[in-house]
C-alpha cells in the first residue's frame, strides 16, 4: 500500500535542465527529477511551485490524493506549467497564481464552471503586479495559437485565466 501511495505522489519527470529544487525532493537513481507533490516548495518548473499548482484558499490547504489529484492531474500540470513559463518569460515580470488544479467538490463550491480545466489541472488563473487583466489579455492574443493555449475574454477582471484545453467552435479566445 504504501509503495502505490507514494508512487501516485512522486511522479518521476525527466528535467536535465533544472537542479533538484525540492525542499525535501530527490533525484532518483535514473537521475531522473522527482517531483514531491506534497511538498508545497518543490518547485515543478524553473518559477512554479507545487502550492502554486495545489493550493485551495478556502479550504486553506493544499490538493491531495483525498481530492481525487492523481497523476493524470500532474502530467496536465506539468505541461500547463511549462507552458506557464513561457508567459513568464514573454512578460518578463513574476506572474502570481491564484488558481490552478482545484477538485469537482472545490470547483463546485466555488462556483466554477461544471466541466471547468481546472478541475483536470489543466488552466491557471493569475495576474502580474502592475498590470491589470485587459492588458495582459491584450498582449497574450497574439501568442496563444503559438503557444497551443486559450484564454477566457473576460474584461474588466484583474486577473487572466489560461488552459492547456484543445480549441473549441469558440476559438482559442472564449468567453466563459
Given at each position: 500500500m504504501k509503495v502505490y501511495v507514494e508512487a501516485q505522489i512522486h511522479l518521476l519527470i525527466s528535467f536535465s535542465h533544472i537542479k533538484n529544487n525540492c525542499a525535501k525532493g530527490y533525484f532518483d537513481i535514473r537521475g531522473t527529477m522527482a517531483i514531491n507533490w506534497t511538498d508545497p516548495y518543490c518547485k515543478i518548473t524553473k518559477h512554479f511551485t507545487v502550492a502554486e499548482a495545489l493550493w485551495l484558499h478556502r479550504w486553506n490547504r493544499m490538493a491531495s490524493v483525498y481530492d481525487g489529484f492523481d497523476e493524470y492531474h500532474q502530467e496536465n500540470l506539468i505541461v500547463l506549467f511549462q507552458k506557464m513559463e513561457l508567459v513568464r518569460a514573454y512578460f518578463g515580470r513574476p506572474i502570481?497564481?491564484?488558481?490552478?488544479?482545484?477538485?469537482?467538490?472545490?470547483?463546485?463550491?466555488?462556483?466554477?464552471?461544471?466541466?471547468?480545466?481546472?478541475?483536470?489541472?489543466?488552466?491557471?488563473?493569475?495576474?502580474?503586479?502592475?498590470?491589470?487583466?485587459?492588458?495582459?489579455?491584450?498582449?497574450?492574443?497574439?501568442?496563444l495559437h503559438e503557444w497551443d493555449m486559450r484564454c477566457e475574454n473576460s474584461p474588466r477582471t484583474s486577473w487572466v485565466h489560461l488552459d492547456i484545453r484543445e480549441p473549441s467552435a469558440n476559438g482559442r479566445f472564449f468567453r466563459p
Open positions: 502570481h497564481i491564484t488558481s490552478a488544479f482545484r477538485p469537482y467538490h472545490y470547483n463546485r463550491m466555488i462556483g466554477g464552471a461544471v466541466h471547468s480545466a481546472h478541475t483536470y489541472g489543466m488552466a491557471a488563473d493569475w495576474h502580474i503586479s502592475g498590470l491589470s487583466g485587459d492588458i495582459c489579455r491584450y498582449w497574450l492574443v497574439r501568442k
